[in-house]
């Protein structure tokens, strides 16, 4: 049905409820009326990357590894998995009564927060570090998820809005400071794109205060940008327990009932958390309304009328439960994985042939681990394969594999395992015993991710505090490296790591991300050749060094963050990423809409590239400093095949943010160039090509 007439039935279900029903309803674990015929709905339910926490799910990778594959038709896809998985399990389990927490069709997803400091430990459940990549996945992952209507596949949540990026450790008093400017040109365009253009159905707030207001209660960001200038017509859900904060931590109000009635009145319509149980209270002590109390009430309800939930039905009952983890579902989560990896360094070691390759030894406390599949907010597999597994399963019949930890993951693993010395020994004695090493190394969810994830230390709740691998690791690097076997690095990790001493003495670097609970499989493919890496970075990866010349991790600033403002030389810059093949940019034509680009594959294998438009105002003092992202495409050729590909240009890239916010036509004169990576001297050096340019004038 139409958001009209969902609207109409909320608001006429609502009236027949007393003021203690109405505020029921506002709890995230809302109960049943059974007078009313209304089921109890559980509003809390995950699906970052796949259905989450609610058993068993197809398994993609971590957002940050979504990104990478700067493929907005594929993501859409992966919603659309999410939310038919979704659906087949809430069939199933509402039918047994069960209406659980993590059971509903309101996914709290996607994260569409800027990744703009590679030490913020969430920052791998984002879709990386420019706004305009941001919000083009976001909408793709929002469509996929709530689909095309009349009814709602199931609701998506754009979250946490706004201006949230760490530190993870003090984010229940931190104050996040933004210029009008960076608001408008960096931390709000995903989220305006989630309402305008993709229609999202609801915003979560964040636990940070925004310019003094606290997210879940800004007058500034819930009622004058997010319902006033953008129109936004579904709720708002606080982040978790996040209103408690308002004064327990921000201490702009001094009692629950005063932090209720903020929120409330300022837009909060759903409470994560439990002080929404204190409404009454509020509203005996005069701070909210009845009427206030009902208008979140309608909107909740217009939502589950929107979904199907009260009465109509679907066609979306039928879904059974065999969709979940489907052959088909499951094939498109290794597409993914395969399309989200990243090419570092070759220096032609890769692929690997399994019929020559010999003996080949896998090494690393990432190697065998199912944690360095999945990244957090997970759903559970009912297979993994690691990347040792991946690996065996290639060489089976062909040659040896063998294996080795090497290390635990970090100094209290290493400490744990009693006789670190012996484990470093097996890895050099196996790296000698190789005709080549794959060398796993990286993170994991409990050493990078949200403050209450499990594992996390007190003292970083998440964040990094360098850039650099765990000490055990960077040992193991160098040993290994020391006996002179070709090796192959594989990162499994969400965030920009300093792998200085892989890109000068290893042979080949693969950035995998969490690729999933399947990812062992896809990286084989990988490393074998079965198909050519084709991820490109969304994230800029600094030397460890940078970290002495951005902004304090507390500081907001763009100034000097991020490629679109960076000064210094990246490690590797964001958009860069290698392939086995040889598509090159041959020429471009542009307007002020559309870039037509000429590609060819001169290689010997069909590959698959993105070709990256970027432009650049060097007359406008208002303009970033470097060319900025406005348009991508994935293409595939045939060895060869040349291709005429029209890509559209962000309708903001003749545009240029002031200092007051206000976004106003550029020069005039503006540089576009069409390349497969980003127009700088760094990917010059690390691809040999540079980009194709024209000059366009309005």
Known sequence: ????????????????????????QLRYDAPAIPRLGIPAYNWWNEALH????????????????????????????????????????????????DRDIYKGLTFWSPNVNIFRDPRWGRGHETYGEDPYLTSRLGIAYIRGLQGEGPVM????????????????????????????????????????????????????????????????????????????????????????????????????????????????????????????????????????????????????????????LLGEGSAFDLIPYEAVECGKHLALAQEAARKSCVLLKNNGLLPLDPDTVGTVGVIGPNANSRLALIGNYHGTASRYVTVLEGIQDAMLGKGRVLYAEGCGLCKDRVEALGMPGDRLAEAVTVAKHSDVVVLALGLDETLEGEEMDTGNSAESCGDKVDLLLPAPQRELLRRVLETGTPVVVLLMAGSAI?????????????????????????????????????????????????????????????????????????LYPFGYGLTYGDICVMGVNANQHTASVTAENRGTRFTEDVIQI????????????????????????????????????????????????????????????????????????LTGKRAVQVSIRA
């Open 1 to 24: 049905m139409d958001r009209t007439k969902a609207a109409r039935l909320a608001k006429e279900l609502v009236a027949k409820m007393d003021i203690v029903e109405k505020a029921s």
């Open 50 to 97: 796949g259905v989450a926490r609610a058993g068993t799910a197809t398994s993609f990778p971590q957002a940050i590894g979504l990104a990478a594959m700067f493929d907005d038709a594929l993501l859409e896809k992966l919603g659309d998995v999410a939310a038919t998985e979704g659906r087949a399990k809430y069939n199933a389990y509402s039918k047994l009564g």
């Open 153 to 308: 596949k199931a609701a998506a949540c754009a979250k946490h809005f706004a201006v949230h990026s760490g530190p993870e450790a003090v984010r229940h008093q931190f104050n996040a400071e933004a210029t009008p400017k960076d608001m408008e040109e960096t931390y709000l365009p995903a989220f305006e794109a989630a309402v305008k253009e993709a229609d999202v159905e609801a915003v979560m707030g964040a636990y940070n205060r925004t310019n003094g207001e606290p997210c879940c209660g800004s007058k500034t960001l819930l009622v004058d940008i997010l319902r006033e200038q953008w129109g936004f017509r579904g709720h708002v859900v606080s982040d978790c327990w996040a209103i408690r904060d308002f004064h327990e931590g921000h201490g702009v109000t001094e009692t629950t009932c005063e932090s209720v009635a903020l929120a409330l009145k300022m837009g909060c319509d759903l409470n994560c958390g439990d002080c929404f149980r204190c409404l009454l209270h509020a509203l005996r002590e005069g701070l909210v309304t009845e009427e206030e109390i009902t208008v979140s009430a309608e909107r909740l309800f217009t939502t589950r009328y929107l979904l199907g």
């Open 498 to 570: 300093d792998l200085s001493d892989a890109e000068e003495k290893a042979d080949a670097v693969l950035l995998t991300w969490y690729p999933g609970a399947g990812g062992g499989k896809a990286v084989a493919d990988l490393l074998f050749g079965a198909v050519s890496p084709s991820g490109k970075l969304p994230v800029t990866f600094y030397h460890n060094e940078a970290l002495e010349e951005l902004p304090e991790f507390t500081d907001y600033s763009m100034k000097n963050r991020t490629y679109r403002y960076y000064r210094g030389t990246p």
């Open 614 to 685: 970027y432009i650049h105002d060097g007359a406008s003092a208002a303009a970033p400093v470097n060319p900025v992202l406005c348009g991508f495409c994935r293409i595939g050729l045939e060895p060869g095949e040349k291709r005429v590909v029209e890509i559209p240009i962000s309708a903001n890239a003749f545009t240029v943010v002031t200092d007051s916010g206000e976004r106003v036509p550029g020069s005039g004169t503006w540089t576009l160039y069409a390349h497969t990576g980003q127009p700088d001297e760094r990917t010059f050096q």
